[in-house]
């Protein structure tokens, strides 16, 4: 696939307020991940990390499209889809470290992020495992008559799982408010694409569903958001699911545990320089959108929302033995989990 950027001449159509937001939670996810790695270094978080450096443009895009009444399905790199659609810093970090402030009480850390009241539901380790689920939210609403439609992240890795076509079938066929958003980085963790799969256009695959579908260059946020609007209308007007291939690429490896042995630095190296953030940037200070004074702003709110978020992680409290066997069992007259995972 190539990786040469496109340039376009044209004044972008936002506003200087729009792009400040754009860029502002794209900064959040990139920092946010960059400290979940050096903490990951001094053991303070455990377990499996994966990150989002570099795929930042197609969560914020994406998301610029939902609606509160909508409910989001994410992967096991979900950090910044979480952020973006409001779970607060603290909570991701504090699940992270697996304290019980967490979102979910430390339980799910990294790859089961989770909150009820944002309608995010996960996180999900399993490849391909939230397809299902977003079919079976969709079914929801449909029965329920609902407004809300199902947004669905997963990579290309998991189009090669039966869930995916499973799932495409049942939505086609049962007419269902899913929009598919495939995030294509090219690896399957550690497999290219052409070497996973003999026919490397995923959305043919979509159509051969009869699923409409569309693919955007994730490492452009305004494109990914246009995209996105236009195929959450298409959704929202009853005319079932719709896959949104966005041409993603991470910057980092699988996980922290991934030697990378499988690509080039140099293709790594090739792909910084369409870095959604510094290009977005670029592009509005070219047009005299956004200033470098709007871009040090932001870094200083970004970078005071970290420092809070890990103090608040740090601050918290470990779950007590005695829970150990807690939420096996329902619990009807249990006190609800606020957001920040703290009882209330």
């Known amino acids: ?31 946010l991940e960059e400290r ?9 978080i455990r377990g499996f990390l994966h990150l989002y ?43 992270m470290y697996g304290k019980q402030e967490g979102c979910c009480r430390g339980r799910g850390g990294s790859m089961h992020l989770f909150d009820r009241d944002r309608r995010f539901y996960g996180g999900n380790a399993i490849v391909g495992g939230g397809l299902p689920l977003a079919v079976g939210l969709a079914m929801a609403e449909k029965m329920q008559e609902r407004p809300g439609i199902v947004i669905c992240f997963f990579g290309e ?24 958003v495939c995030e294509n980085n090219l690896y399957a963790m550690g497999t290219a694409l052409s070497r996973s799969e003999s026919q490397v256009d995923l959305t043919e695959k979509a159509r051969s569903y009869n699923v409409p579908a569309a693919t955007v260059d994730g490492m452009d946020v305004l494109a ?32 922290m545990f991934d030697p990378e ?14 870095d959604p953030i510094s290009t977005f940037l670029d592009r509005m200070k070219t047009h005299r959108v956004l200033t470098d004074d709007d871009r040090d702003e932001l870094e200083q709110r970004v970078e005071q929302e970290v420092d809070e978020a890990v103090a608040f992680a740090e601050e918290g409290t470990w779950e007590p033995v005695e ?16 957001s920040n995972g703290a009882s209330s």
């Open 1 to 31: 696939m190539e990786s040469n950027e496109t340039t376009d001449p044209k004044p972008p159509r936002v506003t200087s307020e729009h792009a400040r937001h754009l860029l502002h939670q794209m900064l959040r996810i990139r920092r």
């Open 36 to 44: 979940a790695a050096e903490l990951y270094t001094q053991e303070k």
């Open 53 to 95: 450096i570099g795929e930042e443009a197609v969560a914020v895009g994406v998301m610029e499209a939902a609606r509160p009444e909508d409910a989001i399905v994410a992967t096991y790199r979900e950090h910044g889809h979480a952020l973006v659609r409001g779970m607060s810093a603290e909570a991701i970090m504090a699940e």
């Open 157 to 180: 890795g998991a189009v090669a799982e039966g869930e995916f076509h499973e799932s495409m079938n049942l939505a086609e066929l049962w007419q269902l408010p899913v929009l598919f």
């Open 224 to 255: 990914v958001e246009a995209a996105a609007r236009t195929a959450a209308e298409e959704v929202r007007a009853g005319h079932g699911p719709y896959f949104l291939e966005s041409r993603t690429y991470r910057f980092r490896a699988h996980s």
């Open 261 to 274: 042995l499988y690509r080039e630095k140099a293709e790594v190296d090739d792909w910084k320089k369409r």
């Open 323 to 338: 829970d150990l066997l807690r939420f096996v069992y329902s619990e009807p007259d249990a006190p609800a989990v606020a």
